[in-house]
T-cell receptor, first 116, second 113 residues
Framework: QKEVEQDPGPLSVPEGAIVSLNCTYSNSAFQYFMWYRQYSRKGPELLMYTYSSGNKEDGRFTAQVDKSSKYISLFIRDSQPSDSATYLCAMTSVNAGGTSYGKLTFGQGTILTVHP | DADVTQTPRNRITKTGKRIMLECSQTKGHDRMYWYRQDPGLGLQLIYYSFDVKDINKGEISDGYSVSRQAQAKFSLSLESAIPNQTALYFC????????????FGSGTRLTVV
């Protein structure tokens, strides 16, 4: 079983819909949780990150982390055709000094299409 | 210019050939990584380097080797390419003080025939 599981979709929604993307993980040492967005023929770009449990909002995007359930989510409100991309969750642990071990573990990625 | 530059962007090679993928960065980051991406499998770590003298194997290093020529350069070699190494390859960098900030290159699409 992979350390991080993400439903690959594909997910197709109409413009304006609320999108929910999710990942589950098994390693309780993970402390930083990230969402990357990858457009076709491009490298992934960091969209949002959270540390430990809680919510973080940035415009139309909200990231949630529930460490007790080992479950993270990304919500996209008022989705736009320009949000069409692959969304990858990623996570990493840190050492006692709070420094990252550096390696990210990625989910499989969810392909999202928002149609006009 | 891009912060992380990968060359070539596309490459078709024959089974058994040696091939090198190159990565250079202008971010000043000390850490560099090579990942491969396959449909349905996400990004898998091949090798990573925390500085010029520190190179480590990732999850799927068999059949690959790397060289960190300088802080800004990290190359990936396939000594004898095989068809199941057909994939999209990404180089990434990060700063040792930041736990989440990977910067990726645009990728190299490699096809082994």
């Amino acid at each position: 079983q992979k350390e991080v599981e993400q439903d690959p979709g594909p997910l197709s929604v109409p413009e304006g819909a609320i999108v929910s993307l999710n990942c589950t993980y098994s390693n309780s040492a993970f402390q930083y949780f990230m969402w990357y967005r990858q457009y076709s023929r491009k490298g992934p770009e960091l969209l949002m990150y959270t540390y430990s449990s809680g919510n973080k909002e940035d415009g139309r995007f909200t990231a949630q982390v529930d460490k007790s359930s080992k479950y993270i989510s990304l919500f996209i409100r008022d989705s736009q055709p320009s949000d069409s991309a692959t969304y990858l969750c990623a996570m990493t642990s840190v050492n006692a000094g709070g420094t990252s071990y550096g390696k990210l573990t990625f989910g499989q990625g969810t392909i999202l299409t928002v149609h006009p | 210019d891009a912060d992380v530059t990968q060359t070539p962007r596309n490459r078709i090679t024959k089974t058994g050939k040696r091939i090198m993928l190159e990565c250079s960065q202008t971010k000043g980051h000390d850490r560099m990584y090579w990942y491969r991406q396959d449909p349905g499998l996400g990004l898998q770590l091949i090798y990573y380097s925390f500085d010029v003298k520190d190179i480590n194997k990732g999850e799927i290093s068999d059949g690959y080797s790397v060289s960190r020529q300088a802080q800004a350069k990290f190359s990936l070699s396939l000594e004898s390419a095989i068809p199941n190494q057909t994939a999209l390859y990404f180089c990434a960098t990060s700063d040792s003080g930041i736990s989440y900030g990977y910067t990726f290159g645009s990728g190299t699409r490699l096809t082994v025939v």
